[in-house]
């Protein structure tokens, strides 16, 4: 990870970056941006010049925008103009994400930041450097990144050290979930994600880690794991990772589906469905970076994860469309499809965090429905609450990260689909809108949390076909950096 320093006067100049903004002045004569004002550690013959380039390069000043200037013979040798848009957190976290691929040809890069900016915007710099630069590899022999070091000149590093350590923490949580997510299946199965758990929490005595194997699953009654579960040669797995604060006041339980694998079981998915199914546990990935982010920055809130992780495979021993499965607790479905399998393991923890954590607030993440990209493109998540406010607050929170989710509804008479003839549910009903029956499925098992939980059908912004902003091609993390702006406000 790029090592980021702030300080208060460019020390190693070689390549230097000036904020600019857009004038406003788009469709006339004018200049269409201008250079970011109060840029005090920058000699002023060098701010002269690139006041002068600004129009030369017809630059517009968007986020996002990078243009680089080369001077032969002087310091610095390359200067880089970079569009903030609305100078904004928004703003300079695009900047920071072009930057760190416009000059991931440098091996040190130094950033001018106006005097008296706000933190946010630092933190975005950082943030969009750190996630932008990220690369998963597995090559035999694999370059090691150029860029190493980004300088961020202010006025006053002390006032930016808590929003530098945000950012940091964020960044580093949401390349953990990308790295547990990017990982082959054939490496990751379900003992393998709860030992990447173990290794990641070791050293905190404040995080408290259990893994249940399949013999406790089967006695305690953890009946949707064991049946998602029971086809592959990789026994499942329920991992429960507790952040517990002294002083907390507040008791959160995150749930995420940890699929390592999916097949679709007995109802195979076709190839090109199945080829990146290592991201069917990005959920259970997220919840636990997020934990993990919590304990780091030491917020004041308890966060009790719980990822459900099973391999979802064809074989003998494969559950079958058709078959019961009792849940904890004992509510029983009817398995109509197992492809849809996710449902299964979920309601398996929501059942027990509901009935043995009793929480105050529930929140799952699962990579659970196609139909999530069907309503709602690649970026954006499905959000499912009947809780207005812990709705608002978690939008907020998302929006502000910089991921995005939309809300969507709960409808009434769509229940009816769910009754099955020979059991209480059917767990894929075949009327159509997978995204919200799946969610009201997965409502059936919030019993007196009903009114305090909060589902998001994140299957679609799992996961980036192409570098895109601060989002790097292959697993994005989504979910990590929203669960961290939220449990922040809730300290």
């Not at 689909?417 to 009903?429: C, E, F, M, V």
């Amino acid at each position: 990870m790029l090592a980021i320093r702030l300080v208060t006067a460019p020390e190693r100049p070689d390549a230097l970056v000036l904020p600019i903004r857009p004038t406003g002045n788009a469709e006339g004569d004018g200049p269409r941006a201008t250079l970011e004002s109060s840029l005090p550690a920058v000699a002023d013959e060098l701010l002269a010049e690139a006041a002068a380039l600004v129009p030369a390069a017809r630059a517009t000043g968007r986020a996002g925008e990078v243009h680089v200037h080369l001077r032969p013979g002087r310091t610095p040798g390359r200067l880089l103009l970079a569009g903030v848009g609305e100078a904004d957190e928004r703003g300079w976290r695009a900047a920071g994400a072009a930057l760190a691929r416009s000059a991931a040809d440098e091996t040190h890069v130094t950033v001018a930041v106006p005097g008296g900016a706000p933190a946010a915007s630092v933190r975005g710099l950082v943030e969009g450097l750190l996630l932008a630069s990220y690369r998963f590899r597995l090559r035999a022999a694999d370059e090691a990144p150029t860029l190493t070091g980004v300088d961020v000149v202010v006025t006053d590093p002390a006032a930016y050290d808590e929003a530098v350590e945000a950012a940091v923490v964020t960044a580093r949580m949401t390349r953990l979930a990308r790295d547990l997510t990017n990982t082959p299946s054939s490496v990751k199965n379900p003992q393998w994600f709860a030992e990447q758990v173990e290794a990641a929490a070791a050293g905190e005595p404040d995080l408290h880690l259990r893994v249940r194997q399949p013999d406790e699953l089967a006695a305690e009654g953890f009946g949707g794991i064991l049946a998602v579960g029971g086809g592959s040669a990789s026994g499942p797995r329920l991992v429960e990772l507790d952040w517990r604060p002294v002083g907390a006041r507040t008791h959160v339980v995150l749930v995420g589906k940890g699929i390592t694998f999916d097949t679709g079981g007995i109802s195979i998915k076709p190839r090109d469905a199945m080829k990146l199914m290592r991201k069917d546990m990005a959920g259970a990935a997220a919840v636990v970076a997020a934990t993990l982010g919590a304990a780091a920055l030491r917020l004041p809130v308890r966060v009790t994860t719980l990822t459900p992780l099973a391999e979802n495979m064809v074989s003998g021993s494969a559950f079958r469309p058709g078959d019961v499965v009792r849940h904890y607790g004992g509510v029983t479905s009817e398995t109509t499809n197992s492809d849809a399998e996710g449902r299964l393991v979920l309601a398996d923890a929501l059942a027990y965090a509901v009935a043995d954590l009793k929480p105050d607030l529930l929140i799952d993440l699962a990579t659970l429905t196609g139909a999530n990209a069907i309503a709602l493109g690649t970026r954006t998540g499905a959000l499912y609450s009947e809780n207005d406010q812990l709705a608002a607050d978690l939008l907020a929170a998302i929006d502000a990260a910089g991921e995005a989710a939309w809300r969507m509804p709960l409808p009434a008479d769509y229940v009816q689909y769910l009754r099955s003839d020979i059991a209480d549910l059917y767990s894929a009903p075949t009327q159509g809108a997978g995204s919200v029956v799946a969610a009201l499925y997965l409502r059936e098992f919030t019993g007196d949390l009903r009114q305090r939980w909060l589902h998001v059908d994140m299957s679609a912004p799992s996961w980036a076909e192409r570098d895109d902003a601060e989002l790097s091609r292959g697993a994005t993390g989504w979910g990590v950096r929203g669960l961290l702006r939220w449990l922040a406000t809730l300290a």
